[in-house]
């Protein structure tokens, strides 16, 4: 098999197997919409930032739009020290709180609260600053017991180098309570346990990812599946378990689709608000075995919105199924016709 590419763009062949019988190709390539000044410019390639969403060209199958952001949030100039964040996708929005520290300290009768937010300089929204956390326990009795623990480090399942996450109330004391939340859910209590909230890439965090998918299954909510997905086939929901947990967003924020023409806005972050156009992709790919010729529809596979940089990232898959014995010869890259790939259009406020 080969690939000819007559554009600008840097595109990735993945292939895999379906089954003993069927294949599955993808041509893959990547966008970089840099916003500045003079409006936007269509780059091919730009080196990756700490916070940047990963290269995701490599992978062959895919299901979804990983949707992500990344930037920092400034201190409001009078209390109290708490700003919003939203990420909008269509009619979707989801929101967070950026709040200034705040510790647990020991009110009047013994009782834990927490402090007002103070004072911060600009945070980055990540996930250290998101619920979770880890400790160090000591050899001893395990606490309440009589049983022997030979110590070690324990961490929140879900977001283990998070914020805010004590498994004992001697352990609160003092202590970070997280700065990033979830509005419909803020730590009242030490003890309280909120799903880890935040809009930045997690690719680590597949235990977040996985536990949002089968909150949803449970509550028979997932897109495009049954009303009961799991008695419409064990393998078919492993299948689309696997698919979702090799995202890189929140789970709140994998969609099962964005169209071209969808409007994407951030808004609380230094450099922002301002909103996209989500474009087509760029290029034309056709497959060609003999003189049969297939073309293959581009769909959006992940948007990450750098707000630091001014930057907005694409990734798009080209794929195809075919059987193992009649895989295509040729894979054709081409350029997108005119007007169907339009980045001076993509900026609609800035």
């Known amino acids: 098999m080969f690939v000819r590419n007559t554009t600008q763009w840097q595109v990735v062949l993945a292939r895999g197997l379906v089954s003993s019988e069927r294949s599955v190709l993808s041509l893959n390539l990547e966008v970089v919409l840099k916003l500045g000044a003079r409006g936007v ?15 995701i060209r490599h992978r062959c199958t895919w299901e979804g739009v990983s949707v992500t952001g990344a930037g920092h949030a400034l201190c409001p100039a009078r209390p109290p020290y708490a700003c919003g964040v939203s990420l909008r996708v269509g009619e979707l929005e989801h929101r967070v709180v950026v709040l200034g520290p705040r510790v647990w300290s020991r009110a009047l009768g013994g009782t834990l609260v927490a402090t007002e937010p103070a004072r911060f300089d600009a945070l980055a929204v990540d996930w250290m600053a998101a619920f979770g956390g ?41 202590q970070p309570l997280p700065r990033v939340e979830d509005p419909a859910a803020p730590v009242r209590h030490w003890s309280d346990t909120p799903v880890p909230a935040g809009i930045a890439p997690c690719p680590t965090l597949i235990g977040l990812r996985l536990a949002d998918w089968m909150s949803r299954a449970t509550r028979h909510e997932l897109p495009g599946h049954p009303a009961t997905p799991f008695d419409s086939g064990t393998l078919a929901f492993a299948r689309r378990t696997t698919l979702h947990g090799q995202h890189h967003a929140p789970g709140p924020l994998v969609l099962p689709a964005v169209s071209p023409g969808t409007p994407v806005s951030l808004v609380g972050l230094v450099g922002t608000p ?45 794929s195809h199924v075919h059987t193992t014995r009649e895989a295509p010869h040729w894979v054709e890259v081409s350029q997108a016709k005119e007007g169907s790939f339009d980045h001076e259009r993509v900026l609609l406020h800035h």
């Open 274 to 318: 301002f909103t996209v156009c989500v474009p087509s992709s760029p290029v034309t790919v056709t497959v060609r075995r003999g003189r049969e010729r297939v073309s293959l529809a581009g769909l959006l596979r992940a948007l990450h919105v750098d707000a630091d940089r001014g930057v907005v990232r694409l990734s798009y898959g080209h």
């Open 134 to 174: 880890r400790h160090t326990v000591p050899p001893g009795l395990l606490e309440g017991t009589d049983l022997p623990c030979p110590g070690g480090e324990i961490a929140h399942p879900l977001n283990p180098d998070g914020l805010g996450w004590y498994p004992q109330e001697r352990l609160a004391v003092g």
């Open 41 to 55: 410019e269509a780059l091919a390639s730009l080196p990756r930032a700490a916070s940047d969403a990963p290269d």
